[in-house]
């Protein structure tokens, strides 16, 4: 094989983009990393630099006991460049690793511009490129882009909206107060698929006020879509799920009527309807996650915790995942990657970053490095790399290349991706703890196993 026919192209200098082509150029292949910034802008991104941090400047937990944390200590094992400059460039954030986003991005983008296997190319990938590519343009992947991405995988593997409703840790919910049951199924309640929390009329119209009045994430000028709640396009652009706390802004009884609709349940300890009702779908197969269904939020996330908590059943409530509504395109994962992040379809073209549908900064590095070593494997014909899914970075490739179609949505790290434990561990942080030593030895293990290199 020529030198030429091993040269990658990458499509995006983010942050999956700018660590797939560092690790690909430390191990001598030549890249082409293409970026349209400054020439074509996002809408979010603000400056001409590689891995901008769109939004908040934390990266989450670094505690090894929390997923998050465990992620980021996965990726120092496996030798991130962008994790060992987020270190570089941390700022004082108790048990968070959050940085100085302009000196983090800086840093990222001195090192790719004078690498010298690294051809920067500053301009917008119009097509899908030929040869050895990894695409990486993000949650806001350019237009054009984006109808060669509907083409090649078909109008309905590829969505450009997030109308995702938080999850929560079943143990955290009161079961005093929630109780399962499935709607209309009077006789079976103990066994119902659902659990739901029921409310009094006074809570109701406590909550629905709060609803009203809570602070909103500040929509961009590109996603007004997401307010006026319309179809737009021919392909799947969000479809007319509002907000719960625009639906709660147009009446009273909307919520009652809607998503919060009672009919067919009793609450067992009254034997009555309740006024209303929030129902909780099982969300995993362990079943210690459950999605509050229809409940697609764009309240930030210190009043989802605030306000959700005053549902009857959810006062303690943990938040695996919040909601969230904003532009996001991502491609259907589970119908058309493997979990080596390579495309069915064709072999050599890879996807990282948040267009596989992983969540956050942590996730979306992890996916450049994991794109990019599986490429320089099969470009050096050896088997890709299917991490164990008791790793966080198996576990959450395994969920977006395997999960069901149905509500496919994108995903961060979490535990509840994480097959139990052998043993039963009721204290959360020590269960926590197991989880994570079991993952970082599985890592090393898998790493001995498939002779690659870890630190
Ligand atoms: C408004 C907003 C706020 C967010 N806030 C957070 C947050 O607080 N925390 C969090 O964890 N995640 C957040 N995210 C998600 C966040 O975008 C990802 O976690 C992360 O930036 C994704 O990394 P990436 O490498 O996939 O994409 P990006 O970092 O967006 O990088 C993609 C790059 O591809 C370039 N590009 C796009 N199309 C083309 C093309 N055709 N040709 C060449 N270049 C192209 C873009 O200019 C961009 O530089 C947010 C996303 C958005 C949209």
């Not at 959050?98 to 800086?106: L, N």
């Not at 190319?121 to 109808?147: F, H």
């Not at 909550?207 to 909103?216: D, I, K, P, Q, Y």
Request: aromatic content about 10%; proline content about 5%.
């Amino acid at each position: 094989m020529t030198d030429e026919s091993k040269r990658i192209t990458i499509v995006g200098a983010g942050l999956a983009g700018s660590e797939a082509a560092w690790q690909l150029a430390e191990r001598g292949f030549p890249v082409r990393l293409y970026e349209m910034r400054p020439t074509v802008q996002t809408g979010a991104h603000e400056s001409d630099k590689f891995a901008e941090l769109v939004c908040s400047n934390s990266l989450g937990s670094n505690l090894f006991n929390r997923a998050s944390g465990l992620l980021k200590t996965e990726l120092r094992t496996l030798g991130s460049l962008l994790i060992s400059l987020a270190d570089e460039t941390a700022l004082p954030a108790g048990g968070a690793l959050a940085v100085d986003r302009a000196s983090f991005s800086e840093k990222v983008t001195k090192i790719i511009s004078n690498h010298p296997k690294i051809e920067v190319i500053r301009q917008e990938v119009l097509e899908i490129p030929e040869g050895p590519t990894i695409i990486s343009s993000g949650p806001l992947t350019s237009a054009k882009l984006s109808q060669q991405l509907s083409k090649f995988f078909g109008h309905k593997n590829l969505f450009f909206f997030d109308a995702i409703a938080p999850i929560i840790y079943s143990d955290s919910i009161d079961l005093n107060i929630a109780f399962r049951a499935s709607r209309y199924d009077h006789e079976n309640n103990e066994n119902g698929d659902y659990i739901n929390c029921p409310f009094s009329r006074s809570e109701y119209d406590v909550f629905v006020n709060s609803l009203r009045n809570a602070e909103r994430i500040q929509l961009k000028s590109f996603e007004e879509e997401i307010n006026r709640g319309v179809s737009a396009g021919s392909a799947t652009f969000f479809e007319g799920c509002l907000p719960i706390e625009v639906l709660a802004s147009r009446g009273q009884e909307a919520l009652a009527f809607g998503p919060l609709r009672p009919v067919g349940l009793r609450d067992p300890r009254s034997s009555k309807r309740p006024h209303a009702v929030l129902q909780l779908r099982q969300d995993n197969l362990a079943g210690d996650l459950y999605n509050m269904v229809g409940f697609q939020t764009n309240l930030t996330f210190s009043e989802q915790k605030r306000i959700f908590r005053q549902i009857p059943g959810l006062a303690n409530a943990e938040f695996a995942r919040f909601g969230q509504m904003h532009r996001n395109t991502f491609i259907a994962s589970p119908l058309v990657l493997k979990p080596s992040l390579n495309t069915i379809k064709r072999n050599d073209l890879f996807f990282a970053g948040q267009i596989t549908g992983v969540e956050g900064y942590a996730g979306n590095i992890a996916t450049g490095l994991i794109a990019a070593r599986n490429m320089a494997r099969i470009l050096t014909s050896k088997e890709p790399l299917v991490f164990p899914v008791f790793t966080m970075i198996g576990s959450l490739l395994n969920y977006i290349t395997q999960a069901s179609m149905k509500d496919f949505q994108p995903m961060k790290a979490n535990f509840g991706l994480f097959p139990k434990l052998e043993d039963k561990i009721k204290n959360k942080n020590e269960r926590y703890q197991k989880f994570s030593e079991r993952a970082l030895s599985n890592l090393i293990n898998y790493c001995q196993m498939m002779g690659e290199p870890f630190l």
